[in-house]
Nanobody
Framework: QVQLVESGGGLVQAGGSLRLSCAAS????????MGWFRQAPGKEREFVGA????????YYADSVKGRFTISRDNAKNTVYLQMNSLKSEDTAVYYC????????????????WGQGTQVTVSS
């Protein structure tokens, strides 16, 4: 099992940047594929991006491609979401998720979730 704790959310002006962190417990963090999702009020949880175990391959939703970057530091058991050029539509609660098997873009493919961190972008 792994426990996930997100941090780094807050209020930022449009065009600004934030970096979210997701700290994981456990000794086998490097084996987990990690995903970032977000959920705005009244909307379904949506995929932001993911990073694989092993080589750390990444892919992103079209809505954030070129603006957001996911990275991981296995020595620190942490995955990051660097968010640049933020827009008001990026406002949401951001969640990290982990799974040993899948490297997917749907919430159901991940077994473990953090509690979320709020990101609010003011226009």
């Amino acid at each position: 099992q792994v426990q996930l704790v997100e941090s780094g959310g807050g209020l930022v002006q449009a065009g600004g940047s934030l970096r979210l962190s997701c700290a994981a417990s456990g000794r086998t963090f490097s084996n987990y594929n990690m995903g970032w999702f977000r959920q705005a009020p009244g909307k379904e949880r949506e995929f932001v991006g993911a990073i694989s175990n092993g080589r750390g391959s990444t892919y992103y939703a079209d809505s954030v491609k070129g603006r957001f970057t996911i990275s991981r530091d296995n020595a620190k058991n942490t995955v990051y979401l660097q968010m640049n050029s933020l827009k008001s539509e990026d406002t949401a609660v951001y969640y990290c998720a982990a799974d040993l098997r899948w490297y997917g873009s749907t919430p159901g493919e991940y077994d473990y979730w953090g509690q979320g961190t709020q990101v609010t972008v003011s226009s």
